[in-house]
């Protein structure tokens, strides 16, 4: 049987309203290239990258589903064993940012409990057609207890980090359930004495 050429598969989704840049996102981290005239994704699109984290090889298959409220009823069971989820908005879009609060309900919806998620303001290389400040993002983020990034696809800002972060809060969570925990120290054997306070 051929070896498997990563450890751990972990499953993300990028979901927002249509339009905020959740391919060009997916596209700048897996191709490392940017381009402005993407067809409204279609239901669903998904690219696999390969990182690596802590000396272990992590093959990410990121799903990027459409905004569209069309395509809900498909997307709902992509919900199903994503481990990590990016909510997008575009700061230069305040009905992006709005829907943020309809997303977070349909991942408590569909998702399982324990997903890791994060909050991207995409789109922050357009400072001059800016309506959501940094300030916005933030707080809406620390509300919910999400980590939270301000991205470009364009100018390549933050697009890796982001993958990385939420990876890592995964494999974090993954060492907790897979590593046994520490056994408990032996009680003191009877013929012993033991001082108690």
């Not at 974090?172 to 009877?190: F, G, H, M, S, Y």
Request: net charge positive; proline share 3%; hydrophobic share 35%.
């Amino acid at each position: 049987m051929a070896k498997k050429s990563y450890d751990l598969l972990f499953k993300l989704l990028l979901i927002g309203d249509s339009g905020v840049g959740k391919t060009c996102i997916l596209f700048r981290f897996s191709d490392d290239a940017f381009n402005t005239t993407f067809i409204s994704t279609i239901g669903i699109d998904f690219k696999i990258k390969t990182i690596e984290l802590r000396g272990k090889k992590i093959k990410l298959q990121i799903w990027d589903t459409a905004g569209q409220e069309r395509f809900h009823t498909i997307t709902t069971s992509y919900y199903r064993g994503a481990m990590g989820i990016m909510l997008v908005y575009d700061i230069t879009n305040s009905k992006s940012f709005d829907n943020i609060a309809k997303w977070l309900r349909n991942i408590q919806e569909h998702a399982n409990e324990d997903v890791e998620k994060m909050i991207l303001g995409n789109k922050c290389d357009m400072e001059d057609k800016r309506v959501i400040t940094k300030e916005r993002g933030e707080s809406i983020a620390r509300e919910n207890g999400i980590r939270f990034l301000e991205t470009s696809a364009k100018t390549n800002v933050n697009i890796e980090k982001a993958f990385i972060d939420l990876s890592e809060s995964i494999l974090d969570k993954k060492v907790d359930i897979q590593e046994p925990r520490p056994l408990p120290e032996p009680a003191p054997n009877p013929g012993t004495k033991c001082c108690t306070n």
